[in-house]
């Protein structure tokens, strides 16, 4: 997990050192792509069925990483990421516990230096849209930890669609701005807004003639799903065989493309799991429709990721730029909505109605 933190610190000293002293290229900048509960087998390049052109392009062009690992759970593999640290020694040794022991502060602690404060010490513009999950007072905020620009959410996931709150006792998510509360903008859809605001700190950054080191943080595919069904409608019917023969799918896809051995078998599916067959027809309906705007998330993750794409290529530095991509961990089992703690504060708020699913007032997870 510390490999990619370690590349960007080596980057940042080297990148630091005086042009007199070292006959340097230009300063590459570094566009680190990061997706929230995203299975790898998502990918058209994995032996996913979701369209993902412009991360598939990216991969035939790049290096791919077989042996990769991250946490189990989202924070931890950030503060990992962003401190090149065992998670301990960053502070995250656990995803919300929040104690004054040693290693489990619930935040960004003052042990390490974050990467973007190595980069922004290099030269760089340091921005951040998304995802913080990494400290919500004021003090652990992005901008006090390397970060130039940022537009966070300071809890672990959000709705969507506005700032309606998804967790009891957080009646409204809590959002950053440069380090100040933000409001979140009548009618934006997460991953379009956070790659807007991606591309408006890169253009600052060629403004003031620096390389720049974004951090787009997707709160995408993370429940609730929610997306326009111009993107999720296009897969209508594509999962109504069900997630057992879907496995079955990609386990054989991923084998014809030399990502896992001929031999390789898949475990038995786990107990928690109902088999499809089992089902009745409204629970298949319902069970399809949660993959089909799951898979509408990761379309529109992919177009919000050609934009940031089609924009370097724009102003002439995509050429000149590391593009990273991973998930810091995979799909989330949860279901929320009838879980003993969150149930009641979402069904008091949210619905997980058949024909409201994926609407703002909708909350639906993925689970098992």
């Known amino acids: ?12 000293l080297f990148l630091g050192c005086e042009s007199s002293q070292v006959d340097l290229p230009e300063k590459p900048n570094i566009l680190l792509i990061v997706a929230d509960d995203f299975g ?3 990918l058209g390049a994995f032996g996913g069925e979701i369209e993902t052109p412009n991360l598939d392009r990216l991969i035939s062009q790049g290096v791919t990483f077989t042996q990769f690992h991250t946490a189990p759970f989202c924070a931890v593999t950030r503060a990992m990421m962003l401190s090149g640290n065992d998670n301990h020694i960053a502070g995250m040794g656990s995803q919300d516990l929040k104690t004054d022991v040693f290693g489990y502060e619930g ?27 990494l400290g919500n007072q004021p003090e652990h905020d992005p901008t006090l930890k390397g970060f130039d620009y940022s537009f966070v959410n300071l809890e672990g996931g959000g709705n969507h669609y506005s700032s309606r ?19 979140w903008p009548d009618g934006a859809y997460s991953t379009d807004f956070f790659t ?6 890169i253009d600052s950054a060629q403004a003031a003639n620096k390389p720049f080191f974004s951090f787009a943080a997707y709160t995408t595919p993370h429940w609730p799903l929610q997306v326009d069904p111009e993107h999720w409608k296009k897969y209508e019917g594509h999962n109504d065989a069900g997630y057992e023969a879907l496995r079955i799918k990609r386990c054989n896809n991923m084998k014809a493309l030399n ?9 038995e599916i786990h107990p928690r799991v109902t088999p499809w067959d089992s089902l009745s027809r409204d629970e298949q309906l319902f069970e399809a ?30 050429d000149n730029t590391l593009i990273v991509f991973f998930s ?4 989330a089992a949860e279901d929320f909505y009838h879980h003993p703690y969150f149930g009641p504060f979402l069904q008091e708020h949210y619905t997980e109605a058949y024909d409201k699913m994926g609407a703002e007032e909708s909350f639906i997870s993925f689970g098992p």
């Open 1 to 12: 997990m510390t490999r990619l933190a370690i590349l960007f610190i080596m980057m940042a």
């Open 40 to 42: 790898y087998t998502d």
């Open 107 to 133: 935040h960004l602690t003052d042990r390490i230096i974050s990467i973007p404060a190595l980069l922004r010490e290099a030269g760089y513009s340091t921005n951040i849209a998304g995802k913080w999950h």
């Open 165 to 183: 709150g998804i967790f009891p006792g957080i009646p409204v998510s809590n959002y950053t701005e440069n380090g100040k509360v933000a409001t």
């Open 196 to 201: 807007s605001k991606i591309i408006s700190y």
């Open 259 to 267: 990502l896992i051995p001929d031999d390789a078998e898949l475990p």
């Open 289 to 318: 429709r949660k993959m089909e705007l799951y898979a509408g998330m990761i379309d529109n993750m992919d177009m919000n990721i050609g934009r940031i794409i089609a924009h370097l290529k724009e102003i002439g530095e995509y």
């Open 328 to 331: 810091d961990n995979g799909a």
